[in-house]
């Protein structure tokens, strides 16, 4: 069962060939099997059998949904009642989220089964899914490599079949990179498309939920539960969502595709390279046409993004103080004492950096030259993706300059760190969307395609990865020993 895909396991549940209570089982099974690979941090036993069991109480009454009775995971970075919401940090060991994100609720409407929270970067800051409290997620590849960050923990639950999917966050390529780290398909979609309420902030103009799944198709299934205009989030776009699966057998012929020169220069690793030109064959064969465009300033992506960044990480982070909630020090002599123990304690290396990178930003006197120079810059990326996308249909590139590195490789080297990100976070600064798809191996390791759009089209994003995934079969291999 755990092989089949979103619609497959709903045609399963709908003709009784296995209830949701059996599916359910299986996966729970396999996560206790695989335990090493440190995927979660809260497996939800109970409450997932209690889930299941009334998903087939609605399927036996023919009110089902596309997701009901189907198990998810879901990133513990949405706050879900009444269970430990941790966003992999210290600081919220002891939390339960007294209410459910609007993300989780939707999943709850729909007839979705969870099966628990997935461990991630602390606070969602890490590009290597190494910064939890919780230790090491592991790459299902080669469990001595990373799954990328810092949604680790979802990418390697759908690519270890853990779950039949799961939903991640992206504030500067975490859905995508552990997507193609891990083999499997990871959509960001375009900032504002998905409710942002009850998902636990890191850089609030950055950060966008999405599906991490096996396929596009998938993908759509799972998109078409999780967006939505929501009330509750000031950020949230007010458009009719779309029919994301209707058109996902559109041919391509004619489409217009973008390869930055900015992108495939000499610094892109020649393996890389060499198979990313392969994946762009496919398209050319199913009709598209290939162009080259220029984007000046992607270059200066990831100095601008980590001021940006931590700017509103640091204020964000604020509220985390012992008080109210979340990690209380020990035996505090007075309120002074109070906040620096409780979130030197509570708060990692990583975390700490990034709020004083971010506090240093917008003290007095360095606001003007950092902080607002790098939103001028954030504009000038935004207009280079404008225009760009006014030549070309979609855009095209590397989700990551290499495959999956080793476990500690470079955790002690932050800056070695934060470029595993430079083919993503430009997208995150324009708010545009775009997804991974599996494009090959390097090394019997995973690499992904990105394939990047216009604002709101995700459908038609989905609709080129789909017809891609239809003439190849990347994002059917599964890791030795997880078949």
């Known amino acids: 069962m755990h092989t089949k895909s979103l619609s497959e396991l709903s045609h399963g549940l709908q003709t009784g060939e296995f209830s949701s209570v059996e599916l359910t089982q299986a996966f729970i099974k396999r996560i ?33 949904d596309a997701l009901t009775g189907i198990p998810v995971a879901q990133k513990d970075i949405f706050c879900t009642l009444d269970v430990k919401t941790t966003c992999g940090s210290r600081m919220l060991d002891n939390f339960s989220a007294p209410y459910n ?37 592991k790459n299902p590849w080669n469990t001595n490599k990373v799954p990328g960050g810092s949604s680790g923990g979802s990418g390697v639950a759908v690519a270890a079949r853990l779950a039949a999917y799961a939903t991640g966050t992206d504030t500067g390529g975490s859905i995508r990179q552990p997507a193609a780290l891990c083999g499997i398909t990871g959509l960001k979609p375009t900032y504002g498309r998905v409710s942002r309420y009850g998902m636990i902030a890191y850089a609030s103009s950055l950060d966008q939920g999405g599906p991490m799944t096996h396929s596009a198709e998938d993908a759509a299934i799972v998109l078409q539960t999780m967006a939505g205009f929501d009330p509750k989030d000031s950020t949230s776009v007010d458009l009719p969502v779309p029919d994301y699966s209707v058109n996902l057998n559109q041919p391509l012929k004619g489409l217009k595709i973008g390869l930055p020169k900015e992108f495939f220069s000499a610094d892109l ?18 009709g598209a046409e290939i162009k080259e465009v220029s984007m000046p300033n992607l270059k200066l992506a990831i ?15 604020s509220r985390f103080d012992g008080v109210r909630f979340g990690h209380r020090c020990e035996n505090p002599v007075d309120l002074t004492d109070l906040y620096t123990r409780s979130r030197g304690e509570g708060f990692g290396k990583e975390v700490k950096r990034r709020i004083l990178m971010g506090t240093y930003a917008l003290s007095t006197g360095y606001y003007d030259a950092y902080y607002l120079k790098a939103q001028k810059i954030r504009r000038l990326i935004s207009d280079d993706f404008k225009r760009a996308l006014t030549e070309v249909d979609v855009i095209m590139g590397p989700v990551t300059p290499t495959p999956a590195f080793g476990i500690g490789e470079k955790m002690s080297d932050p800056v070695e760190m934060y470029l595993s990100d430079i083919y993503t976070i430009a997208i995150n600064l324009a708010g545009l969307p775009a997804l991974s798809i599996p494009a090959g191996f390097i090394n019997d390791m995973p690499i992904g395609l990105q394939v990047i759009g216009n604002y709101f089209t995700e459908a038609h994003l989905l609709n080129i990865a789909h017809q ?6 990347w994002h059917k291999q599964t890791p030795k020993g997880f078949e």
């Open 303 to 317: 100095p601008a993004y980590y001021v940006i960044a931590p700017a509103e990480c640091s204020a964000n982070l």
């Open 468 to 473: 891609y995934q239809q003439v190849t079969d």
């Open 32 to 64: 206790n099997q695989h335990q090493d690979l440190n995927a979660y941090i809260t497996v939800t036993e109970e409450l997932a059998l209690q889930n299941a069991k009334a998903a087939d109480a609605r399927i036996a009454n023919k009110k089902a």
């Open 101 to 137: 994100a609007t993300v989780i609720e939707k999943f709850n409407q729909a007839g979705a089964v969870m099966l628990g929270k997935l461990n991630m970067d602390e606070f969602a800051m890490g590009s290597s899914n190494e910064t939890s409290y919780y230790g090491a997620v």
């Open 269 to 286: 690793n020649a393996a890389m390279a060499t198979k990313l030109s392969e994946a762009i064959d496919e398209y050319r064969k199913l």
